[in-house]
């Protein structure tokens, strides 16, 4: 089974000592590619050096995260633009609205969430969302600019039924990470996850976080690693009801065809 994680935050410090030992993990765990998120400016441009680096099997996103917003001016948007030509940088993002912790002003948030909606439709490349307690504002923004989008996917998704529905609503994908291996907050998530179409459902780890806690010896540090993808894909078959060898070649085709993705060596994803 060749699966592909659609959100690996790679490039994280909880990698430094043993980047290279994770994604050999991965591999010979069956996770033929990885999305590398990209953050920020800064490490948007340290996921796309790193997705060179294995271009088989990496590719990355550029974008900033809602948290960040604030930071994102005129010239982040510029290198935003050319981080985004690079073949290997497959989709707008991290980007969103996170009215949990407001780390930034939410106006600022808006803001920079519209800035890279309008850098997708421009380069035409797909958008890879956070939402954390700011859907009904995420989906009226999103509703906005859905037609000229080419693609997007809510990723890490743990929202209600209503939510799920507006986004189905609005043609895109989502994302399921561990979360819903957790039997205390993944309860809502188990019994919904059924309800997405298998035709737009992709996994993800969202390694480091995310750890499933469910998992048989889980790592002393209690780091999550893209190796634990075939995990989070038991875990969504057991709860819809599927068998994971055929389900996991769905979520395979559907990353594929979001992202863009080729066959051939030099394009393979390379990746959630």
Known sequence: MALIDIGVNLTSRRFDQDREAVI????????SGMVITGTSVE????ALQLAATAREMLSSTAGVH???????DD???RQLRSLLQEPIVVAVGETGLDFNRDFSPRPDQERAFERQLELAVEIGKPVFIHQRDAHSRLHAILHHYRDDLVDAVVHCFTDEREALYDYLD?????GITGWICDERRGRGLQELV??????????ETDAPYLLPRDLPNPPANRRNEPAFLPHVLRAVARHRGED????????????????RLRDEPDQTVQES
């Not at 050999?24 to 996770?31: C, D, E, F, L, P």
């Open 43 to 46: 490490e948007s441009e340290q």
């Open 24 to 31: 050999a993990r991965a591999r010979a765990a069956g996770v």
């Open 66 to 72: 809602p948290h960040l917003s604030r930071e994102l």
């Open 194 to 203: 059924g309800a997405i179409p298998r035709n737009r459902l992709m996994i």
């Open 244 to 259: 994971p060898e055929a389900l996991g070649a769905a979520t395979t085709e559907n990353a594929r065809r979001f992202f």
């Open 170 to 174: 609005l043609d895109l994908y989502i």
């Open 75 to 77: 010239q982040g948007v």
